[in-house]
């Protein structure tokens, strides 16, 4: 996980403790630093580095250090747990990313609400979303970090991303012990594998052939539910608007990285990126055969 002196940063590092401690994997809690540097105004002119690389490092190791100090004094995790810490010089998005093809789960802290993405969830937790090879955590500040969820919500379509998301859903509500809400936000039209070219459906045989399809890929999706409470919620609407209103900020909501809608060329989808932004409590993007769920 990513660790800077900010609320979201540490309200992460709680979370991180908390699913080191479910799933058995150790922490890598990382600050990445850059040279603070003073532009003189005229542009490749009067650059002056104002501070020597070698504090700038030790100054890192001293931030992630307390840091992680502190965290384990609030949680008092399992004695056995492995907690490791490491300074990168480099673009925060980028020093993460790069060690995410190691991580089991990527955590990144979320900021309060701005005007535009950079803003709301900071630069690098923007980057490590579109581009992280692992699942990401994303934790705004102002979440309960230090509790098992209410319940593990999961957006389901019939995307690869989604069935993805929806096994990593099935194993964190088994380690939290709480129920397991699958959603499925529907449309006034076919489900997949229906053609309605020839007339629109109505309302009643929509919603009918879409909870057939819901029914039937929950079944080959989670063929083994057993031990997790699994709920179904088919509901009519915009599936962020759906999935923002269900998961409350208790809950831990999971979604797939990119759904059938949109540009394939998008690496990150609407619905991804809406849920990212505006959840109440944690949010987890999942990539397509990337649920990493063995330590």
């Given at each position: 996980?990513?660790?800077?002196?900010?609320?979201?940063?540490?309200?992460?590092?709680?979370?991180?403790?908390?699913?080191?401690?479910?799933?058995?994997?150790?922490?890598?809690?990382?600050?990445?630093?850059?040279?603070?540097?003073?532009?003189?105004?005229?542009?490749?002119?009067?650059?002056?580095?104002?501070q020597?690389?070698?504090?700038?490092?030790?100054?890192?190791?001293q931030?992630?250090?307390?840091?992680?100090?502190?965290?384990?004094?609030?949680?008092?995790?399992?004695?056995?747990?492995?907690?490791?810490?490491?300074?990168?010089q480099?673009?925060?998005?980028?020093?993460?990313?790069?060690?995410?093809d190691?991580?089991g789960?990527?955590?990144?802290?979320?900021?309060?609400?701005?005007?535009?993405?950079?803003?709301?969830?900071?630069?690098?937790?923007?980057?490590?979303?579109?581009?992280?090879?692992?699942?990401?955590?994303?934790?705004?500040?102002?979440?309960?970090?230090?509790?098992?969820?209410?319940?593990?919500?999961?957006?389901?379509?019939?995307?690869?991303?989604?069935?993805?998301?929806?096994?990593?859903?099935?194993?964190?509500?088994?380690?939290?012990?709480?129920?397991?809400?699958?959603?499925?936000?529907?449309?006034?039209?076919?489900?997949?594998?229906r053609?309605?070219?020839?007339?629109?459906?109505?309302?009643?045989?929509?919603?009918?052939?879409?909870?057939?399809?819901?029914?039937?890929?929950?079944?080959?999706?989670?063929?083994?539910?057993?031990?997790?409470?699994?709920?179904m919620?088919?509901?009519?609407?915009?599936?962020?608007?759906?999935?923002?209103?269900v998961?409350?900020?208790?809950?831990?909501?999971?979604?797939?990285?990119?759904?059938?809608?949109?540009?394939?060329?998008?690496?990150?989808?609407?619905?991804?990126?809406?849920c990212?932004?505006?959840?109440?409590?944690?949010?987890?993007?999942?990539?397509?055969?990337?649920?990493?769920?063995?330590?």
């Amino acid at each position: 996980m990513g660790v800077e002196d900010s609320e979201g940063s540490q309200a992460a590092l709680d979370q991180a403790l908390l699913q080191a401690e479910l799933t058995g994997r150790p922490v890598l809690a990382v600050n990445a630093w850059t040279y603070p540097v003073w532009g003189g105004g005229v542009p490749g002119v009067g650059y002056e580095v104002l501070q020597p690389p070698l504090d700038s490092a030790r100054a890192a190791q001293q931030l992630v250090d307390g840091l992680v100090e502190d965290a384990l004094a609030r949680r008092a995790p399992d004695p056995g747990l492995v907690v490791r810490t490491q300074v990168e010089q480099g673009d925060p998005g980028r020093v993460l990313v790069a060690l995410s093809d190691q991580a089991g789960l990527l955590l990144v802290g979320g900021r309060a609400h701005g005007a535009v993405l950079s803003t709301l969830l900071g630069s690098a937790t923007t980057y490590a979303l579109h581009r992280a090879t692992c699942p990401v955590m994303v934790v705004p500040h102002e979440a309960p970090t230090l509790v098992d969820p209410a319940r593990v919500v999961v957006g389901l379509d019939d995307s690869a991303s989604s069935r993805s998301a929806l096994r990593w859903g099935l194993d964190a509500a088994r380690r939290h012990g709480c129920p397991l809400v699958v959603v499925h936000a529907w449309v006034l039209a076919a489900p997949p594998g229906r053609d309605w070219a020839q007339h629109l459906p109505l309302p009643e045989q929509s919603e009918a052939w879409t909870r057939e399809w819901f029914e039937r890929e929950l079944a080959e999706v989670l063929p083994d539910r057993r031990g997790v409470e699994v709920r179904m919620a088919l509901v009519n609407g915009g599936p962020s608007h759906v999935l923002l209103d269900v998961a409350g900020a208790d809950d831990l909501l999971v979604l797939g990285s990119r759904g059938r809608g949109g540009f394939a060329s998008l690496v990150l989808g609407s619905v991804a990126t809406q849920c990212a932004q505006h959840a109440r409590g944690v949010a987890v993007v999942v990539r397509e055969h990337e649920e990493r769920l063995e330590p």
